[in-house]
């Protein structure tokens, strides 16, 4: 297949002005989240949590997090499967839920899940009286009367309250209502969701992907399962090559509509959760960009640091910053800087200056 011919800088240029890292930037929280369509709500503090970061990486210092958890009580925005979405959203997703109630079309390891909580239904009906009588709790909360265990090869492996709640989430029966600490709280669904109309299963999936491929810009049609939120945009939008690298991309027709434009770049500092870089293999292709969250790697193996923060200068990738809030001496600790190539002057200071700014919204000194 042929398509629209982009340079790879066109490309950059479209996923950079589609995730809102452009000039001028945003003043308000309500209609970044409604263009980037997702929140990773990881509650990781090493800098901030992560939906905090990717706003304040939009917004800047300016950006309140109280403005967030007030839009989240108020369910502008809602949580779901690990994801703070606008609340409009949220009924793009209730078909699929009620597929996973009924149970009829069900195969694979959804079948199974499906049987694990009809072997435990006793638990379920538990779990939705007390949600309808005390309100939202966390899963440490509710009775475990379940008659069969979760079993799996994996760390959830006997939590089974935990488990059939999320097997519920999945269900439409209970929705998280906010977080306790890092534990999340669950209510009933019908007190959290919007009543709302929605559409059918596949016409819902076609504006999934419209709507990822808006936030995105420039994604592949197809790409590799994933936990969470889907790289892949299906048919939508325009077909395009991109020069050098292989393959088909799907183009929001809103950004070749500013494909001449020049791109107002800035320096930005990013979470390393953040939508620009979470496709690696984009970032690979697209960028390249050589990335990856290094938490999880021993200590001696780490080239960047626990918690590397890429930096973003215009259409390119750069560098990474070794960082982390220090809230016990007052102060954001950057350990290194690791350039890809060496920094000039004016970027070194946009570096600093960046750096500074998330110290200040903080409330930390630099260090």
Not at 155 to 178: F, H, P, Q
Not at 191 to 209: F, G, K, S, T, V
Not at 242 to 270: H, N, S, Y
Request: charged share 30%; with cysteine; aromatic share 6%.
């Amino acid at each position: 297949m042929t398509g629209i011919q982009l340079t790879c800088a066109q490309a950059r240029r479209i996923a950079v002005r589609a995730q809102v890292l452009d000039r001028p930037r945003p003043t308000e929280v309500l209609p970044v989240v409604r263009q980037l369509t997702v929140l990773q709500a990881d509650q990781t503090k090493v800098v901030a949590p992560n939906a905090h970061l990717v706003l304040w990486s939009r917004i800047g210092s300016a950006y309140d997090r109280d403005e967030l958890d007030d839009l989240l009580a108020t369910r502008e925005l809602i949580e779901l499967d690990g994801m703070i979405r606008p609340a409009e959203d949220i009924a793009l997703y209730r078909a699929e839920m009620d597929a996973q109630a009924d149970g009829g079309e069900l195969d694979g390891w959804d079948r199974s899940a499906w049987e694990w909580v009809d072997a435990n239904d006793g638990c379920r009906l538990d779990i939705l009286d007390r949600l309808a009588d005390s309100g939202p709790l966390t899963s440490r909360d509710l009775p475990d009367t379940t008659v069969l265990p979760w079993r799996s090869s994996g760390w959830n492996d006997g939590r089974n309250v935990r488990m059939l709640l999320e097997m519920m989430a999945r269900r439409g029966e209970v929705a998280v209502a906010g977080h306790q600490g890092r534990d999340r709280l669950f209510d009933l669904a019908e007190r959290i969701y919007p009543d709302q109309d929605y559409p059918p299963i596949q016409e819902a999936l076609r504006i999934r992907n419209r709507r990822r491929l808006q936030s995105l810009g420039i994604a592949r049609a197809k790409s590799a399962k994933q936990p969470g939120e889907p790289n892949d945009v299906g048919e939508v939008g325009q077909p395009a090559v991109v020069e050098g690298v292989r393959g088909t991309w799907r183009v929001d027709d809103g950004q070749l509509e500013r494909l001449d434009e020049p791109l107002e770049g800035r320096v930005a500092v990013l979470s390393p959760l953040d939508r620009l870089v979470m496709d690696r293999k984009r970032m690979t292709e697209l960028f390249e960009f050589d990335y990856q969250l290094e938490m999880y790697k021993p200590a001696a193996q780490r080239r960047w640091g626990y918690y590397a923060l890429p930096i973003l200068s215009g259409d390119r990738l750069v560098g990474k910053v070794d960082a982390a809030a220090d809230h016990e001496l007052g102060v954001l600790r950057v350990e290194e800087i690791h350039a890809d190539e060496p920094f000039d002057a004016d970027l070194s200071a946009a570096v600093a200056d960046e750096l500074t700014d998330l110290a200040a919204w903080l409330g930390l000194e630099p260090a």
